[in-house]
């Protein structure tokens, strides 16, 4: 920290740490369209996230993943039924339980929108001979490291009771 109590490196941040904040600004303005074209709140689109990666979730997974109330992806989960974005389907064991799934429709365009930027990026990590592709895995290996403890930290952080300070 400087004199006036701001956080600032202890000097000139490599150019690979800026280009990892840039990719993450990045992340949100491709977000920001992506939720936009789809009609989507963030919510809306955090939940579809979830559904894209997992294919299936009972509702109460859902819920724990947005960290939201039953009753709150009740409402996230009606919303996208209604907009053709997801599916409940029957469990297969359960009866009395559901499934939630994005719809073929959704999957498609959400991959007509992200596929091309992916293949480039794979495309240009296949360009590298073996050992340079090495180098790249273990670097974003690193980087998604970082995040995850970050974010578990963030979480830890969020769960504690917040601390008042008294300013008499």
Do not use: C
């Not at 009753?71 to 029957?90: C, E, F, N, Q």
């Not at 939630?100 to 365009?109: A, F, H, L, N, W």
């Not at 790249?136 to 290996?141: A, C, G, K, T």
């Amino acid at each position: 920290m400087d004199d006036g109590g701001t956080w600032r490196p202890p000097g000139p941040m490599h150019r690979a740490s800026v280009l990892i904040r840039e990719i993450l600004v990045l992340n949100e303005v491709m977000e920001f369209i992506m939720r936009r074209q789809m009609d989507l709140n963030e919510t809306d689109f955090q939940a579809m996230q979830h559904l894209l990666k997992q294919r299936s979730m009972s509702p109460g997974e859902l819920a724990q993943a947005l960290h939201l109330t039953a009753a709150a992806a009740t409402t996230v989960i009606d919303r996208l039924v209604a907009k053709g974005h997801a599916r409940r389907t029957p469990h297969p064991t359960d009866r009395r339980r559901w499934l939630i799934s994005p719809s073929e429709d959704s999957i498609r365009r959400t991959m007509e929108k992200i596929m091309p930027m992916i293949l480039e990026v794979d495309s240009k990590v296949r360009s590298y001979d073996d050992d340079g592709q090495r180098v790249i895995v273990d670097f974003l290996d690193s980087v998604v490291n970082s995040m995850n403890l970050r974010v578990a930290a963030l979480e830890q952080e969020s769960r504690q009771p917040p601390t008042h300070t008294s300013d008499s």
